[in-house]
């Protein structure tokens, strides 16, 4: 079964400086991948997803993450932190064979952004 | 504006009484699904609805009930079976089963006591 594994519950960074947050996703074959942004007492909003199109993924607000096959990982970057940016991450990953339309999502990161 | 609502917001029951949660969609998405969220847990699926009344559980389903008679709405009933019901209720909905993403909507926070 598919899983995924958020490193780190919650990451700390000062404004300015680079966030980086990390998912590694369990398949043998590479599936599709999402990253979620959940600000307090909201739901879920799409930041960017991987397709198998480019490895390279740009989403919004800033965002981007780079999918590798050979680390099995997705993780989520950005150059300069924003206070706006403090939330709640995650990852999800549904498989590309199977038919299924579940997405498994990873146990969340949350990112504090200090002045 | 297209999207899903939810409603209400927050929600207090008693312990023993069953409650529905509303999630109604307008983008006129196929699909369309309810997850849990508890603290470090992440999102878990409750029940999916690929297409109008018919479902299928997901990974905790027991203690919860839905139905899909149209195409835009999917409630979610926690019956008085649900041991730990107080929780975070997210639902949301793809375009169907060639879609990717999925859309969600703001959430019903649900506090048993």
């Known amino acids: 079964a598919q899983s995924v594994t958020q490193l780190g519950s919650h990451v700390s960074v000062s404004e300015g400086a680079l966030v980086l947050l990390r998912c590694n996703y369990s398949?043998?074959?590479?599936?599709?991948l999402f990253w979620y942004v959940q600000y307090p007492n909201q739901g879920l909003q799409l930041l960017l997803k991987y397709t198998s199109a480019a490895t390279l993924v740009k989403g919004i607000n800033g965002f981007e993450a780079e999918f590798k096959k050979s680390e099995t990982s997705f993780h989520l970057t950005k150059p300069s932190a924003h206070m706006s940016d403090a939330a709640e991450y995650f990852c999800?990953?549904?498989?590309?064979?199977?038919?299924?339309?579940?997405?498994?999502f990873g146990k969340g990161t949350k990112l504090t952004v200090n002045p | 504006d297209g999207g899903i609502t939810q409603s209400p917001k927050y929600l207090f029951r008693k312990e023993g009484q069953n409650v529905t949660l509303s999630c109604e969609q307008n983008l006129n998405h196929d699909a369309m699904y309810w997850y849990r969220q508890d603290p470090g847990q992440g999102l878990r699926l409750i029940y999916y609805?690929?297409?109008?009344?018919?479902?299928q559980k997901g990974d905790i389903a027991e203690g919860y009930s839905v139905s899909r008679e149209k195409k835009e709405s999917f409630p979610l009933t926690v019956t008085s079976a649900q041991k730990n019901p107080t929780a975070f209720y997210l639902c949301?909905?793809?375009?169907?089963?060639?879609?990717?993403?999925?859309?969600f909507g703001p959430g019903t926070r649900l506090t048993v006591t």
């Open positions: 999800a990953v549904r498989p590309t064979q199977g038919g299924s339309e579940k997405l498994v």
């Open positions: 609805s690929q297409i109008v009344n018919d479902f």
């Open positions: 949301a909905s793809s375009i169907g089963s060639e879609s990717y993403e999925q859309y």
């Open positions: 398949s043998s074959v590479p599936p599709y």
